[in-house]
């Protein structure tokens, strides 16, 4: 079973910066697509962003230019590097691959 494990999370004023990891195991990560979602409250969970094996990325729209998804394969992470924050970013990310979710992890942004 694919296990994925989030760190980097944490309480953030708007304007700033945080850097979201997921380190997966029992997987064959370097073929896979690695994903990130976020559920704000009383809210669906949406996506963030992806890559895929080959680095193609995926941004949603709300995150464009702010947001980077980076992967190293070696170290079997995927990265999030989150600028500019925004309230409306206040949210649990979560990594995804193969249908596996890790546990997430809090994103708080201060207005």
């Known amino acids: 079973q694919v296990q994925l494990v989030e760190s980097g999370g944490g309480l953030v004023q708007a304007g700033g910066s945080l850097r979201l990891s997921c380190v997966a195991s029992r997987i064959i990560f370097s073929i896979n697509t690695m994903a990130w979602y976020r559920q704000a409250p009383g809210k669906q969970r949406e996506p963030v962003a992806s890559i895929t094996g080959g680095g193609r990325t995926k941004y949603a729209d709300s995150v464009k230019g702010r947001f980077t998804i980076s992967r190293d394969n070696a170290k079997k992470t995927v990265s999030l590097q989150m600028n500019s924050l925004k309230p409306e970013d206040t949210a649990v990310y979560y990594c995804?691959?193969?249908?596996?979710w890790g546990q997430g992890t809090q994103v708080t942004v201060s207005s």
């Open positions: 995804n691959a193969t249908n596996s």
